[in-house]
């Protein structure tokens, strides 16, 4: 990993031949941690998707100074959504059905227990500074649409057409098929033993205007608790908020699950209640508050990238249907 690279941590994933090989066993090894406890291991980050890497690189030089592991999530989040590449989430996300792009993000701090939130919001490439303004100088914890827009202009955020030619080109093809969308969420633990979990995403390519999934809804999206740890989730929205996915992984936390154990708990949960469920795809990842990770999946397919001090990998989540 580059991020891992660049920060002067030891050498990670590598993706092909031999040295995938290796780095698969180096990542048993690793993941046998997410089921150790009692020793505090901070500071970790985990973030959704191959994408999460390059978002850790910026979390984790974050937290090895010390910083807050809320920064860490704001920063971490915002060069994803300043990425023109990551057709899911901020600048060139997909539009909804018609043709706009409408941004949905939250985040949420273990210390205070307080959490911000936007959903169905225009033109500014950074929701999840918008998300934590609403937690820091509102009374409120969610803006949508039109309000959000005017918070988030009064407070200094520019307005950005977020529709890049090649997501607009996008748009003007589809109807014919669905592109698969991804969230970035992350979860960060600093080294005072905090955690902060945010998400930031585009929704659903072509999603009705106005619809908002689970990346903006506490206990969906995302979730963290102080004394046990934190979740967030990607993927079908719809079915991520009926469930309160991310409280669910963090409820079962508390109640001793490892962070994978909680994660796929929760999937089997989705996947028993309505086996239809079993067609579409969710990946959760988890945090706890020793700093031991997990995370899991409906179906093959999701990955998450996780990084501390001494390591940053890319792995592959077990899907609960095997
Ligand atoms: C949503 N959960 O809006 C988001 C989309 C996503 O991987 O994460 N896709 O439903």
Redesign the pocket.
Known sequence: MKAAAGLGLAPVLARSGVAAVLSLLKFSQSNDRSHMRGKFQGPVVISTWPFGEKANETAMSILSRGESCLDAVEKGINVIEADPDVR?VGYGGLPNADGVVEL?AAIMSGLGHRAGSVAALQRIMHPISVARKVMELTPHVMLVGEGALRFALKNGFKKTNLLTPKSKQHWLEWKARRDS???IGMVALDLNGNLATGCS?S??AWKLPGRV???PLIGA?LYVDNDVGGAS?????EE?LKYCASFLVVEHMRSGMAPEEACKAVLKRITTKDPKNKGVQIGLIALNKNGQWGGASIKKGFSFAVASPEMGILKEADSVLL
């Open positions: 899911s949905d969308h991804d969230t995403t929704g659903l999934g689970d990346s999206g989730a990607t993927g079908f929205g991520i």
